[in-house]
């Protein structure tokens, strides 16, 4: 049974940091299609950031810069560092494990998700 559990959001100013953990049981985040999405209310789902198995990175534009995708193989666990936090990046986050063929941030072939994690930024 596979479960990817998130953890690390809260409340933050503007300007803070953040970083968000996703704890994969069952499943192997070192060799697979890992995401990050980000849902806020009134909004469309939007694909944060994406890790190929090869260890490829590709960020939404509105966090390029600012975001860093990684993981760490022993621990099974994927992280989003997010630095400079704007309020527009208030949103539930999501991890998500993505088939090898739709490596991308798009919300297509996603396999599992997480539960959410909750991250709000006050300016």
């Known amino acids: 049974q596979v479960s990817l559990v998130e953890s690390g959001g809260g409340s933050v100013q503007a300007g803070g940091s953040l970083r968000l953990s996703c704890a994969a049981a069952?499943?192997?985040?070192?060799?697979?299609?890992m995401g990050w999405f980000r849902h806020a209310p009134g909004k469309e789902r939007e694909g944060v950031a994406i890790?190929?198995?090869?260890?490829?990175?590709t960020y939404v534009n509105s966090v390029k810069g600012r975001a860093t995708i990684s993981r760490d193989n022993a621990k099974n666990t994927l992280y989003l560092q997010i630095n400079s936090l704007k309020p527009d990046d208030s949103a539930t986050y999501y991890c998500?494990?993505?088939?090898?063929?739709?490596?991308?941030?798009?919300?297509?072939?996603?396999?599992?998700w997480g539960q959410g994690i909750q991250v709000t930024v006050s300016s």
């Open positions: 069952g499943y192997n985040v070192g060799v697979n299609c």
């Open positions: 998500a494990a993505k088939q090898p063929w739709g490596c991308t941030t798009d919300d297509s072939f996603v396999r599992f």
């Open positions: 890790i190929s198995r090869n260890g490829t990175s």
